[in-house]
């Protein structure tokens, strides 16, 4: 074998291998980590969209979000987080949350303010401050300080007090008129008619 393609055999060897090594790294590298997108709306004094924080870092719009990470606004700013095939929950302004998300959906840890599910595929789950867990669908909120007493009326948790006291007053203004001695028919008594035509 002729010393020139011996070099040309092994080069093109060394090639090869070079390639299927950086190709396989990006493999190894490439994460499957879902995520987000934040939008951030508002106005400074000064007209420029005011800054949100994420993880204490100044973050602008377009910033990529990532699965646990702390987010808070400044009191004129309102932010919306995006993560495509699952949905969106928007941040009020003078807000700070946890949020973490997977396919299945959101989870946030709300330390102030007030959380928005936006048109999300599933419920979004927000711990509150006082450690009561809220699931939001589409268009509901959650805010910092604020029991969920809404949620429990309409369970029929307190709703059966209402009734017992429409039909005891009930109860009571039909004993009045019957024992009240307004009446001049007794029951089962006679009557006078008294006839228009006389």
């Not at 809404?150 to 709703?159: E, L, P």
């Not at 024992?179 to 007794?186: E, G």
Request: some cysteine; proline content about 3%.
């Amino acid at each position: 074998m002729d010393s020139k393609q011996l070099v040309r055999k092994i080069l093109t060897s060394c090639v090869a291998v070079a390639i299927f090594a950086t190709y396989s790294m990006v493999t190894l590298a490439a994460s499957d980590k879902i995520v987000g997108e934040l939008s951030i709306s508002g106005k400074n004094a000064q007209g420029e969209i005011p800054a949100v924080t994420v993880n204490g870092e100044t973050a602008q719009n377009g910033r990529s979000i990532f699965s646990s990470s702390t987010i808070a606004t400044s009191p004129n700013a309102s932010a919306i987080i995006s993560v495509a095939k699952v949905g969106k929950i928007e941040l009020a302004p003078d807000t700070t949350v946890l949020v973490s998300f997977s396919e299945k959906g959101f989870s946030s840890d709300l330390i102030t303010g007030k959380i928005t599910a936006l048109g999300v595929s599933e419920n979004v789950s927000v711990k509150t401050p006082d450690g009561k867990i809220v699931k939001l669908n589409a268009g509901e909120s959650a805010v910092a300080g604020q029991t969920q007493t809404q949620t429990q009326t309409s369970s029929g948790g307190g709703a059966w007090i209402w009734y017992a006291v429409i039909f005891g007053g009930a109860a009571a203004a039909i004993l009045i008129a019957a024992t009240s001695d307004s009446n001049n028919t007794a029951t089962g008594g006679s009557s006078i008619i008294v006839s228009p035509l006389r």
